[in-house]
DNA sequence: GGTCAAGAGTACAGATCGGTACACTTTGTG
DNA sequence: CACAAAGTGTACCGATCTGTACTCTTGACC
């Protein structure tokens, strides 16, 4: 298969993004641990840029399909008749992220933090990034005005970057936990109405 | 002086390290742009991780001052009779941050981005300095348990980490506003009474 | 079986990396 | 003035970096 061999190259090289950062992990390494010659991998990727920017991509296609599909099992499954159901199992899947081992924080923010300069066009993709996913966030909430359901998805988007952030520098792995609390006692005291 | 000297390849340092993070920042860069001579540098630091240390060192002594004596001014200034005055400035302080032109989001959550490594000795570093202002802000609280009182500092850490990370990847500059509204939500919820 | 694209393998260029060596200069002090 | 500490300037080391060139091999398709 033509695909398989780029995405075994994609994988891997977000693997070694994950353990040691961008800038640290080399093209050589990358080359080395995914078997994909040199010549093949600058074909696919026409220097380190984009194929970090590639890898960015897949990440996000990628945890996008899991997370989305981890909020509706558990929301079914855990929030049958829960109000904000869909919501609160955004944390428990965050939460189940964190006590993975695979989990090295959000590689949008680590992305955003090692290309510091908001012109670059890899934190612009980070920041572009969160915007889906406030805008995916902001799908769940109704019952509320336009502007106060952009608010709240801002909102839970914070918290959800909080737990994240706090997960990774820290090592508290009940983060997730400790950010569900507070949204619910903050939806608690809107007058928003939910979609489970 | 002898300080001095140090002290303004310390300040260069930074400058570069937030502009362009640590691995992508060369020793002589650092060098050229300080002015100190190699020779020096590698007098002050066995290596660049130790000045990379010694950076995150000086901006958590630096930080620390200009912080804790916003917090107080804020207070007074502005919540000299809320209860939750000096909870509520701290948002205010890093609001201010944000909007500053010298905000490249926390060093210390980039760092630990950075230096994904859980046993690194800076990643450690960095979730000690998270550690220290978790106990800051538990020394803003009182009327509680002593449980309650750390479950509610890591709350208001996450909320700040969330807003500055939130700044900082997406660029949007009312996340501390957004935040701070958030935590006083919680605070009417909770039992705690509030130093100010 | 012949053809041709795709990939492997590798050598290498040019730059930069962290770090060292060493000779020279400045500066403060008795 | 003498002397020692501290700093400068620079050349250089070996390693590693991104990226290119070129040859050899494999395998699919006609």
New binding site residues.
């Given amino acids: 298969m033509?695909g398989s061999?780029?995405e075994h190259l994609l994988e891997t090289a977000l693997k070694l993004f994950n353990q040691h950062g961008f800038?640290?992990?080399?093209?050589?390494?990358?080359?080395a641990e995914s078997?994909?010659?040199?010549?093949?991998?600058?074909?696919?990727?026409?220097?380190?840029?984009?194929?970090i920017r590639a890898v960015l991509e897949m990440r996000h296609e990628q945890f996008g399909k899991w997370f989305t599909s981890r909020v509706i099992k558990i929301s079914r499954e855990s929030y049958p008749d829960h109000p904000y159901g869909k919501l609160m199992s955004m944390f428990d899947a965050v939460s189940e992220w964190i006590h993975s081992d695979t989990f090295f924080g959000c590689n949008f923010i680590n992305a955003s933090a090692e290309f510091s300069d908001f012109q670059h066009p890899i934190h612009v993709y980070a920041a572009q990034h969160k915007l889906e996913w406030s805008e995916y966030i902001r799908g769940c909430v109704s019952g509320v005005s336009e502007a106060e359901a952009d608010e709240m998805a801002k909102e839970i988007l914070l918290l959800l970057d909080g737990a994240i952030v706090s997960a990774h520098t820290t090592g508290l792995k009940d983060s997730a936990e400790r950010a569900q609390r507070m949204m619910l006692l903050i939806l608690q005291n809107s007058t928003a109405e939910v979609l489970d």
Same sequence: chains 1, 2.
């Fill in positions: 033509a061999r780029k800038h640290a992990t080399g093209i050589d390494r990358v080359q078997g994909v010659s040199k010549t093949t991998m600058y074909k696919y990727f026409r220097n380190k840029d984009e194929l």
